[in-house]
């Protein structure tokens, strides 16, 4: 006999654990993504790759682009309610460059890091 996890109301899951920020950067795009880590869904992103974005910037690589992703993703978790993400970087990345301006302009944003 095989006994079900409990079920706990969806308001306490939300707030387990925080929402992650991930970001992915090519040679061409910069592109960043929170997740909530207890369902494994998508809770907002942004690339360098959306077409209303890439009309509006010169380059869609440099530390400009990602400033404007950042402050980009920012607005949207704000119009989500999502008030607070925790940061994950890969081994090979430093708080430096792209991710600096990313991380940076969410803060601008209003969006608390943890």
Excluded: C
Aim: proline letters at 7%.
């Amino acid at each position: 006999m095989v006994i079900p996890p409990p079920v706990r109301p969806p308001r306490v899951v939300k707030f387990l654990k925080p929402y992650v920020l991930k970001m992915h950067f090519t040679n061409k795009y910069v592109s960043a993504q929170v997740i909530h880590a207890p369902t494994a869904t998508v809770a907002s992103a942004a690339s360098s790759q959306e077409k209303a974005l890439r009309t509006s910037m010169e380059s869609t690589q440099d530390v400009a682009a990602a400033a404007k992703i950042g402050k980009i993703l920012g607005e949207r978790l704000l119009l989500k309610e999502i008030p607070a993400v925790s940061v994950f970087l890969k081994r090979e990345q430093k708080y430096h460059g792209k991710i600096k301006a990313v991380i940076d302009s969410l803060r601008d944003a209003g969006i608390k890091l943890l």
